[in-house]
């Protein structure tokens, strides 16, 4: 990247360095700064004055030390060979970096592409031949990445004319001109790789609304609070909920093509358990079991990285996602978490002597956030062929003490569709997900109803039936409070029975098991089927029953003791074991649970 010196420092307060002397510089573009070459951005210009935000730690930075322009905004470098890798906040690969260094740590101003120049791709051209006219966004060829990913070779969006040139199949690399376009007498190459600016969303044809579930294999966010493909969702709770973990089962086990995860500073031990986890875990494409890192990029910014780069870790995220959609996939961002970006954001603005809002954080807090989550989505795509896409993007908050009312808490809470609200009392007496029934919510689903109708029709009315017993026992448990359990109707004390095996066995799964790491979304239907079976039969058999033979909730406890503890324990039949076998499982307790409220007729 060429530069061209320009300006000087003339003051440096932590991560903000004001140059002068910076004639001829643009917003957000990409600076050096001093002897070190640190990365930095412009967030303000005044007159020649430029405020930079520079990404990487500034101590030993002097007054007069030299200022360099770059001429470009931060920009990501996409092309294939960005699954799989582990990028800092600016797209520095991570392990490139430890193999230059051969130190544990990033040395200051270290420059190192994102993709490797050498790489040969096996490309394969698509769609278009010399002659034919092309728009922006297009897909002109592709390239097996690896065993899960299918990389599509697109021209940027904004690219028009007539195509002059298309290179044959072959071995390239990201380098390698592959398709010459002319519009107006001017000639435009085109790589295999692409440059794009963070900071401004890929566009696309139009925007739609997501209409098929976020399968993530957790029972409690896939039977009840259940997201879309190119949903907005946040995970708030205070420290130890499982933040965290949620995130992480989501990376590896939902129904995405791709994941991009950002780890934005979060503790490094985290990052470190996502590196050495998911290369173990594995998924199976075509017969074979890949790991699902194929799938993944993650983004690392930790906790004891210069906090800037946590702002642009968040946007590389974005960007990243927003590159794998553009071929047509379905992609999913986790951040972890966004609260500590907003104190980043707070430590910039405080630095720039803005005045500050709600607790100190910068007034336009709630557009940033929001600025973020409206890049996800499920979108028409430009170019040809028309395909869809989709980003769904899931963000963990930390707000101190578990208190949802702290401003990054709420400003999320007015932008997202989904809320996983997780409970600390739930997470102290070990109920993981600690996710709170009555607090979450998720406003796709009626969006989702189609889907529903057409793949599980039964689902939704149990849901609901699911739903008001939880809701009815909350209601209850202050009634027992007061005037204890005996007291209370059959009907109620049979709600309050369901409520438990609701909570504790259907809603709560250990994500460090080996039954209940994942949980099929037909496992989840199944389980639900059977405790609303129980519980519908139950009920009957309660309301009709007569003075002589008085059917009781201990009655029924008693009598149908080994197909209660059944029940309870559907969860531990192993999805490994398959669907069928799992299903027959299932149907025959079904049946179970139908003869044995038989018995109470008559
Ligand atoms: N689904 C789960 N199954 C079993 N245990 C869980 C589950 N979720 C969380 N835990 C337990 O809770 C602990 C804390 O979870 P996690 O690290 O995700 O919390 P966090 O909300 O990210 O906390 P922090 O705010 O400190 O980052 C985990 O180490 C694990 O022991
Ligand atoms: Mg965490």
């Known amino acids: 990247m060429s530069t061209r010196k320009v300006g000087g420092v003339f003051s440096v307060s932590g991560p903000v360095v004001i ?29 020649d004055r430029a405020t930079i935000q520079v990404y990487e730690e500034t101590s030993g930075l002097t007054v ?38 051969k130190d544990i740590y990033i040395p200051r101003g270290i420059a190192a592409n994102a993709l490797n120049d050498d790489d040969k791709w096996a490309f394969v ?30 021209v940027k969006p904004g690219v028009a004319g007539k195509v002059t040139m298309v290179a044959p199949k072959g071995s390239y690399t990201i380098n390698d001109i592959v398709m010459k376009t002319e519009d107006g007498g001017v ?12 900071r401004s969303p890929r566009p696309v044809n139009e925007k739609l609304a997501g209409d098929s579930p976020l399968l993530t294999g957790q029972r409690v966010i896939d039977a009840l609070f259940p997201s879309v493909l190119g949903g907005t969702c946040a995970v708030p709770g205070a420290f130890g909920c499982g933040k965290t973990v949620i995130s992480q089962a989501l990376s590896k086990y939902s129904n995405s093509d791709c994941i991009i995860y950002v780890g934005c500073g979060e503790r490094g031990n985290e990052m470190a358990e996502v590196l050495k986890d998911f ?54 961002m986790m951040a ?12 910039i603005s405080g630095r720039l002597a803005e005045m500050p809002a709600d607790s100190g954080y910068p007034a336009y807090l709630g557009a940033r956030l929001a600025s973020f989550y409206e890049r996800s989505g499920k979108a028409i795509l430009l170019g040809t062929p028309e395909r869809v896409g989709s980003i769904s993007i899931v963000g963990a908050v930390s707000p101190p003490g578990g208190d949802f009312s702290d401003p990054v808490c709420s400003a999320t809470l007015g932008i997202v569709q989904v809320f996983w609200g997780l409970d600390k009392k739930l997470a102290q007496r070990k109920h993981f997900p600690s996710l709170h029934w009555l607090l979450s919510y998720s406003k796709y689903l009626r969006a989702l109803d189609p889907w529903y109708e057409a793949n599980h029709p039964e689902f939704p009315p149990m849901r609901t039936i699911i739903k008001e017993i939880l ?10 409070q007061l005037v204890g359990k005996d007291s209370l109707a059959e009907s109620d004390k049979l709600i309050l029975e369901v409520a438990k095996i609701i909570k504790d066995d259907y809603l709560q799964q250990n994500g460090f098991s080996d039954y209940d790491r994942v949980c099929p979304f037909y496992k989840s239907v199944w389980m639900m089927t059977n405790i609303v079976e129980f519980y519908t039969l139950a009920r009957k058999a309660i309301e009709n029953s007569t003075a002589e033979n008085k059917v009781t909730t201990h009655r029924i406890k008693s009598t149908m003791n080994d197909t209660i503890y059944k029940i309870v324990s559907q969860k531990f039949q192993l999805p490994t074991s398959g669907e069928d076998v799992l299903v027959a499982h299932f149907k025959a307790l079904n049946q179970e649970i139908k003869d044995g409220f038989h018995a109470f007729e008559g």
């Open 19 to 47: 140059a002068d002397n910076m004639l001829g510089a643009a917003m957000y573009e990409l600076v050096r700064v001093g002897h070190f070459n640190l990365v930095g951005e412009i967030i303000r210009l005044e007159e």
């Open 279 to 332: 290369p173990e875990l594995t998924m199976e494409v075509n017969g074979k079991d890949v790991s699902i890192m194929l799938r993944t990029t993650l983004v690392a910014n930790t906790s004891n990285m210069p906090v800037a780069a946590r702002e642009a870790s968040i946007y590389t995220g974005i960007t990243l996602a927003e590159y794998m959609r553009d071929m047509g996939m379905d992609a999913s």
């Open 471 to 480: 809701q009815t026992e909350d209601d209850l448990t202050e009634i027992v």
């Open 64 to 101: 007069g030390d030299p200022v360099r322009c770059t001429g470009q905004p931060l920009s990501l470098q996409l092309g294939p060979g960005c699954m799989g890798r582990i990028y800092d906040g600016i797209q520095r690969p991570l392990e490139k970096i430890a193999e230059i260094t």
């Open 336 to 347: 972890d978490s966004t609260s500590r970006w907003a104190e980043a954001l707070r430590e």
């Open 125 to 154: 051209p698509l769609n278009f031949k010399v002659g034919d006219p092309i728009t922006g966004g297009s897909i002109i060829g592709e390239v097996q990445e690896n065993n899960i990913i299918l990389h599509k070779i697109m």
């Open 187 to 198: 000639v435009t190459e085109h790589k295999m790789q692409q440059f794009w600016p963070v």
